[in-house]
């Protein structure tokens, strides 16, 4: 994972190939804003970031475990760092060094797709260091600390597989761009 904007890459030319069919990697917290702001006029409908709670939701789908299908990880579940650590027993696998097309693995049962790894996701929220005083009615904890750490969830194809987990969280600068950060949208209903 490179953090930064080293030679130029963007989200055009990340460093590796990629199709419409793959996430877009390389956009900040802002980056993702305003795509979203320009989605917003284009087609009249209410889509944004989703809230840190409303993403941990999404991606346990029901499970109390700590991927959707379980507890232990293969390369063959998700696109991440299969050669690091191995977590729970699970056997070491591959590391592929870039994202894979939106729908290489098997969705969960609310049917989506890749919610553990190949890229991180911002959420809406700003980082706190615990979850006390956090809103209780899902919505996206949007005061607090005097920082520009922005919470991002998933893990990606770089992380290893303890960073995949459902309830993993990590924060990221709002200006930061990397080759495994991306976003999910969200649509208010």
Sequence with gaps: MKIGNPHGLNWRNPQFSQ??????????WNDAKAYIKWL???????????SESEREYATKAGSQTA???GDTISSKQANYNGTSD???????????????????YYPNPFGLFNVHGNVYEWVHDIFHDSYNGAPIDGSAWTTG????????RSGSWASGP????????GRFRSDCTTDCLGFRLALTL
């Design 19 to 28: 199709s419409d069919n793959h996430p877009v990697v390389r956009v900040n």
């Design 67 to 69: 991927f959707w299908w």
């Design 162 to 169: 303890a960073y995949l987990r459902s309830a993993m969280r």
């Design 145 to 152: 600390f005097l920082n520009d750490n922005r919470v991002i």
């Design 40 to 50: 917003g006029k284009l087609t009249g409908k209410p889509y944004r970031l989703p």
């Design 86 to 104: 191995s977590y729970n027993g699970s056997a070491k696998g591959e590391r592929l060094n870039s994202t894979v097309p939106v729908n290489s």
